[in-house]
């Protein structure tokens, strides 16, 4: 019994440190989660490969905030960004109007700027081609007069500031039809005419998909949003040949090419990578082999992602679970606040858990974003420990008195009678807790993709983005499947950690 | 062998042991009887220090029974809960040799007093190896009273050891735990609500009502000089409920 039990132990213990992959230590490239960036974070990966540079794309690793603090940490090397978002966002509020100051800021700061890769990718109103021509509108002043036409914004752009209320004033328009609603609900209802003006991005895939003309912002009112790449100042010291190679880009990428590499990604399904190697060859004229990636690579390296997540996580909040339910079922006050404390941890939302942990595991000098991200599996180790811990509690709490009367009577100490008897008459209660632990820690598992860190949350997003069911069964079948695998290896070891006194009671 | 000293136990509004005086002699079985709910249990838990006294005082050949001194203490004392107390999750065997192995004996030696307890209260090799939900309810009392000698207490407490069995099993294991205690010569304090069963186990019969001993002494004692009219009050009711 108690030999069995340390060896169950012991195989935990081993499969959850075993390192299932060893850490890759040379440059990385991040991209945000859209298909664009994905596509200029995949440029950036095959010209430094070209040039003999082996790098990592962590990929679709999340927003902003995310990229850039990942790169100020040194977890990512270089991410593409635009120069509208650099200003208005990144170094909001403090006086950086023009793209040249954000260059002095962000240098002060060991990060350097490319120059622009050539296009824009800012706001613009859009019409459909044909009525535009027949309206005769070239121009946003143009609107002015047709004051009948409809609009049809974003919510967002309804209240940017740079968005419907300041350009109404910018240009006079006299429009009153104006209504907000979801980006594609617009694109369909432009199409089929309940409305004839919204707002695009420069670079949107559908804008040639539904044939729009973007009308020229004559007052020049909409920020510039140049694309640029973000990089740390030592990158050209430390990976000359990669520095030289990606900034072979600058002034390359004009709008029409982005919108078309985008539709490419977007609308056909082709991975972007391929789209990447695609342009690489036919603007530079370079050779790029992009081995396919069949369904079962993805599946196994999302596996192995996943796994990894989980496994740390599960083992952290095991070890660190258990003790706190027994502390709080011995000592009731500090019961009530530890179990209060995991309780409140789990109505603390996904995505704000996540980026609050990206800092601290950080400065600890921890991988915070991409595979293997400490944030990703401090905020499972967190989310896991409710159940782990209020059944150990309630387990051990129902333990009856008459029994735990007999083995103090019988003058085992406190520490004999937990272990020889409350811990084995609470096992079934305490082992369900830890089934319930490890599932949940599966499914959640699957929001370490919002920060980039893989597993089968990964092609969840990715279908998600782009809109392709087949990529979310990808990660939500393994997903579920691997919730079942764990629920068949506690139900194993039900058999084998619960005494069979026990189980014969229940029978 | 106990002193008790105005041992007085309370739960929040409930007196459940008010002031008793009582000292427990040696070689002598002492039977606590009363009706439910007078406290005989707390009395027996305030002896074995699994309650602290609100109020006065318990000692055990001479050390008083506090946290502090209990858990040595109690390795000189055998008690059985109410129901018996068995561990769910060990068979008889191991129920009764939990604390032996825990304090390290040797297999052998173990397996000697294991032997040497079954001779005592006739219990079959097969019910060793069975778990208490596996075996009878008298069964469970023997293995129960086993449990409590296995480290050879200078004293047995034990609270309604034959409560809940049918008349025959209740009899027969009454025949058998005089036996025990006779071979033995222990000091044994016993709780009952039976008069007839403290008759024939008590040298000393201890009446107890309301938290308070109302008289103790022997059988005789209390039938012939009661100190009270509750005590006649009680033999009575006892004796008529045996004749109907
Ligand atoms: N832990 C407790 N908390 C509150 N009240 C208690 C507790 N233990 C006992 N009491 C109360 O103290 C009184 C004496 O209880 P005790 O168990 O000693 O009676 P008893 O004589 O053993 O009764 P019975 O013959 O039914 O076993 C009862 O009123 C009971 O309700
Ligand atoms: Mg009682």
Redo the contacts between chains.
């Keep these: 019994m108690k030999t069995r039990t340390a060896l169950i132990l012991l195989v935990l213990v081993v499969l959850a440190l075993v390192p299932m992959s060893t850490r890759f230590d040379g440059p990385r490239v991040g991209s945000k989660k859209f298909t664009e960036s994905v596509i200029l974070g995949d440029l950036v990966t095959l010209l430094a490969e070209q040039a003999g540079v082996e790098v990592l794309h962590a990929r679709e690793l999340g927003g902003t905030r995310i990229l850039f603090d990942a790169l100020r940490a040194g977890e990512i090397d270089v991410y593409a960004e635009y120069t509208g978002t650099i200003t208005q966002e990144i170094l909001a509020g403090q006086g950086v109007s023009d793209a040249e100051s954000a260059r002095a800021v962000l240098a002060e700061r060991g990060i350097l700027m490319s120059k622009p890769l050539g296009f824009n990718n800012g706001y613009a109103i859009g019409m459909i081609e044909t009525t535009a021509a027949r309206l005769g509108i070239r121009t946003i002043s143009d609107l002015g007069r047709h004051p009948d036409l409809v609009f049809g914004f974003s919510n967002e752009f309804m209240d940017r500031g740079d968005g419907w209320p300041s350009l109404k004033e910018a240009y006079g328009l006299p429009q009153r039809n104006v209504s907000g609603m979801d980006h594609d609900v617009a694109y369909r209802q432009l199409e089929n005419g309940t409305l004839q003006v919204m707002e695009v991005y420069t670079t949107d895939a559908d804008i040639r998909y539904y044939g729009i003309r973007m009308l020229e912002d004559d007052r020049q009112h909409f920020p510039r949003y140049d694309a640029v790449l973000l990089y740390r100042a030592d990158l050209a010291e430390r990976e000359p040949a990669m520095h030289a190679a990606m900034l072979a880009l600058e002034g390359q990428l004009s709008e029409v090419e982005v919108m078309a590499l985008n539709a490419q990604a977007r609308l056909k399904h082709v991975p972007e990578k391929k789209v990447a190697a695609d342009f690489l060859q036919s603007h530079f004229g370079m050779e790029v082999g992009t081995a396919d990636e069949t369904v079962w690579d993805r599946f196994w390296t999302h596996t192995r992602e996943h796994v990894e997540l989980v496994r740390l996580s599960f083992l952290l909040a095991v070890v660190f679970g258990l003790p706190l339910g027994i502390l709080a079922a011995k000592r009731p006050r500090a019961g009530q606040v530890i179990l209060a404390a995991v309780g409140i941890v789990q109505t603390i939302p996904a995505l704000a858990l996540l980026v609050v942990l990206i800092e601290p595991a950080a400065s600890l000098g921890l991988p915070s974003v991409g595979a293997g991200s400490a944030a990703a599996i401090c905020a499972l180790f967190l989310y896991s420990l409710l159940p782990i811990v209020r059944n150990a509690c309630e387990g051990l709490r129902g333990v009856s008195l008459?029994?735990r009367?007999?083995?103090?009577?019988?003058?085992?100490?406190p520490w004999?009678r937990l272990r020889?008897?409350e811990l084995?008459?609470a096992?079934r209660t305490i082992l369900a807790g830890l089934k319930t632990g490890a599932i949940l820690n599966v499914g959640f598992a699957t929001l370490g993709a919002l920060i980039g860190a893989g597993g089968y949350g990964q092609p969840i997003l990715t279908g998600i983005r782009l809109n392709d069911y087949g990529l979310i069964l990808e990660g939500a079948l393994p997903a579920a499947g691997m919730a079942l695998v764990v629920q068949g290896i506690f139900e194993l070891l039900d058999r084998l950690a619960i005494?069979?006194?026990?189980r014969?009671?229940r029978a | 062998m106990f002193e008790l000293r105005q041992a007085t136990r309370s739960f929040a509004a409930t007196l459940a042991v008010d002031g008793v005086d009582l000292s427990i002699a040696p070689g002598r079985t002492t039977v606590l009887i009363g009706p439910s709910g007078c406290g005989k249990s707390t009395l027996l838990?305030l002896m074995?220090g699994?309650l602290a006294p609100t109020r006065g005082t318990v000692s055990f050949d001479g050390v008083e029974v506090n946290p502090a001194s209990a858990?040595?203490l109690?390795?000189r004392?055998g008690?059985v809960?109410?129901?018996g107390?068995?561990?769910?999750?060990?068979?008889a065997r191991e129920n009764v040799a939990?604390?032996a192995a825990?304090l390290g004996w040797e297999r052998s030696r173990i397996k000697d007093r294991v032997d040497e307890l079954s001779r005592l209260a006739r219990i079959s090799e097969d019910v060793w190896e069975r778990?208490?939900?596996?075996i009878s309810g008298g069964q469970q009392q023997r293995v129960a009273l086993l449990?409590a000698l296995m480290l050879d207490p200078n004293v047995l407490l034990l609270d309604e050891p034959l409560g809940a069995l049918d008349p025959m099993v209740r009899a027969d294991l009454q025949r058998e735990l005089k036996e025990v205690f006779v071979t033995l010569g222990k000091t044994v304090v016993m709780v009952t609500h039976d008069m007839s069963e403290a008759a024939y186990f008590g040298d000393i019969i201890v009446l107890m009502k309301e938290g308070s001993i109302v008289q103790s002494g022997t059988f005789q004692e209390l039938d012939q000089a009661p100190a009270d009219p509750f005590v006649t009050r009680f033999i009575r009711a006892q004796q008529s409920l045996t004749a109907s």
């Design positions: 008459d029994l009367e007999s083995a103090e009577a019988l003058g085992l100490s004999a020889l008897i084995p008459l096992s005494p069979r006194g026990l014969l009671a | 838990r074995i699994l858990p040595d109690r390795r004392m008690y809960i109410q129901g107390g068995l561990f769910p999750h060990l068979t939990l604390v825990h778990y208490p939900i596996q449990r």
